[in-house]
């Protein structure tokens, strides 16, 4: 079993920057993960995936430019660095691991994960 914790979410600016962090815990983590982010009243959404060496990543179109994901196997954490945040990112964000991994390219969909982080607020004022 595999638990996730995130931290690093909080109130920023317009334009400001958040670094998220995902930590796990019950089983070494060598496997893709994912950040997802929901907000009010709107469906669960794919922001960023990353496969289980670091070498693939993607992001979502509306982050792209913006956010970046990367992790540290030695110390099973994952990372989202958001910069340039609007007030549209606001929203409850998650981390999921998956069981499996990928050797080229990433997961995109929720049901590609298996354990998922409680999520950490992120609200950009304007």
């Known amino acids: 079993q595999v638990q996730l914790v995130e931290s690093g979410g909080g109130l920023v600016q317009a334009g400001g920057s958040l670094r998220l962090s995902c930590s796990a815990s019950g089983r070494t983590l060598s496997s893709n993960m994912g950040w997802f982010r929901q907000a009010p009243g709107k469906e669960r959404e794919f922001v960023a995936a990353?496969?289980?060496?670091?070498?693939?990543?993607n992001v979502a179109d509306s982050v792209k430019g913006r956010f970046t994901i990367s992790r540290d196997n030695a110390n099973n954490t994952v990372y989202l660095q958001m910069n340039s945040l609007k007030p549209e990112d606001t929203a409850l964000y998650y981390c999921a691991a998956s069981r499996r991994r990928t050797y080229g390219g990433t997961f995109y969909g929720p049901g590609d994960y298996d354990y998922w982080g409680q999520g950490t607020q992120v609200t950009v004022s304007s």
């Open positions: 990353i496969n289980w060496s670091g070498g693939s990543t």
